[in-house]
């Protein structure tokens, strides 16, 4: 018997089908890649957003005003508040070797990169870019950052049951921190997401730090001048005596009662 052999146009058929076969493959390798690099992107933004709402949440939230003596010998707020960085004293929970449990942070943007810094010792604001005498540790909180807005947050000088907001809260121009922070990102890609956290110690009937009572204070806060509580030195919020770069004073405060916003009005 003689030997079959494929006809030209079998030939064809076979190469026709592996063709559809290939595009078939390359079609759904393309949309598994694909799918895998969205799924990548939408990931690491969403350890971004953690990441920044973990600095709200944990830090800004439990932000406290907080005094330090400078060169001179005079006391100032170790807070500083401009449109695209922010110098503030916050809490944190004390246990193991930690140093204590106030924290100084500097959030700014560097190389389209978000950035935080922490400290355990005072950094100050009023001394020039570029001292780092002191330790601190560095954590970037998210990438491809065009541009960040901080607003502050203060009673408003026109609607006495209102606030509005301020695009600087500088420490040379008030004696105590703002009523609540808002974070605003712009990404590289046109989005933009923000945030907006009230900081500590700041309620309706209670203020955590010395807040001068407007005349109208008795209706905005039903009657009830706003307290301040009971600390060492007369300041209304922790303070220290020493001039070193190092606290020597506890820098604990006790937590008011109330909610809602203060009846008195921050100097500026």
Not at 127 to 133: K, L, N
Not at 204 to 220: I, P
């Amino acid at each position: 018997m003689k030997r079959s052999k494929f006809t030209l146009i079998e030939l064809v058929v076979a190469i026709a089908i592996l063709i559809v076969v290939a595009g078939i493959i390359g079609v759904a390798g393309a949309a598994f890649y694909q799918g895998y690099e969205r799924s990548l992107r939408v990931t690491e933004k969403l350890k971004e957003f953690m990441a920044i709402d973990n600095l709200m949440d944990t830090h800004i939230r439990n932000m406290i005003p907080f005094d330090w003596k400078d060169e001179d010998g005079n006391v100032r707020l170790l807070f500083d508040g401009e449109e695209n960085r922010i110098f503030f004293s916050t809490l944190r929970r004390s246990y193991g070797d930690r140093p204590g449990a106030l924290l100084f942070v500097r959030v700014f943007v560097d190389n389209e990169e978000l950035v935080a810094e922490y400290s355990p010792y005072p950094r100050f604001p009023w001394v020039e870019e570029g001292d780092e005498s002191m330790p601190f540790t560095r954590e970037v909180l998210a990438k491809n950052v065009s541009s960040i807005t901080f607003k502050y947050a203060e009673n408003s000088t026109e609607d006495s049951g209102g606030i509005e907001l301020l695009d600087e809260f500088r420490e040379e121009e008030n004696s105590v921190i703002p009523l609540a922070v808002l974070l605003k990102i712009e990404f590289t890609d046109g989005s933009s997401e923000q945030w907006f956290r009230r900081v500590a110690g700041v309620s309706r009937n209670s203020t955590f730090g010395v807040r001068e009572n407007t005349g109208n204070s008795d209706e905005t806060s039903g009657g009830t001048a706003a307290s301040t509580p009971s600390v060492s030195g007369g300041s209304g919020r922790p303070s220290v005596s020493g001039g070193s770069s190092r606290p020597s004073g506890s820098g604990r405060g006790g937590r008011p009662s109330g909610s809602g916003r203060p009846g008195g009005r921050g100097g500026r």
